[in-house]
């Protein structure tokens, strides 16, 4: 949490971390590093395959579906113990630039 009060130092409290949450979240980051290589080994193919649909790696196996929700728990019912390190997103059929812009109407 950071604190500012006037006329005094910033202080910053950090909450303490076990040591079993370190090695879980580097874990995890290791394991989400491994799904990601694994996707851009096959990333080709699965983008042929699975257009328009919601994909997530799990354990260097792929799940894909129309649902996010259902695509997830079925990575998490098939890895119950992967350390978070999931990779998921959704495969847009669109190609080209994406312009993102706020369109106002003229009255």
């Not at 990601?36 to 196996?61: D, P």
């Not at 728990?73 to 978070?84: D, I, L, V």
């Not at 059929?93 to 106002?104: F, L, M, S």
Request: charged fraction near 20%.
């Amino acid at each position: 949490m950071i604190r500012a009060l006037k006329n005094a130092p910033l202080m910053i409290d950090t909450p303490e971390v076990s040591a079993e949450e370190r090695i879980a979240n580097v874990s995890a980051g290791e394991q989400f590093q491994l799904n990601l290589m694994w996707w851009n080994t096959h990333v080709e193919e699965i983008r042929a395959a699975y257009t328009g649909k919601f994909v997530c790696v799990a354990g260097q196996e792929l799940f894909a579906g129309d649902d996010p929700i259902e695509v997830i728990a079925r990575a998490k019912a098939a890895h119950p113990n992967p350390g978070y390190g999931f990779f998921s997103l959704f495969l847009s059929p669109h190609r080209g630039p994406k312009i993102h812009a706020h369109q106002r109407r003229v009255v």
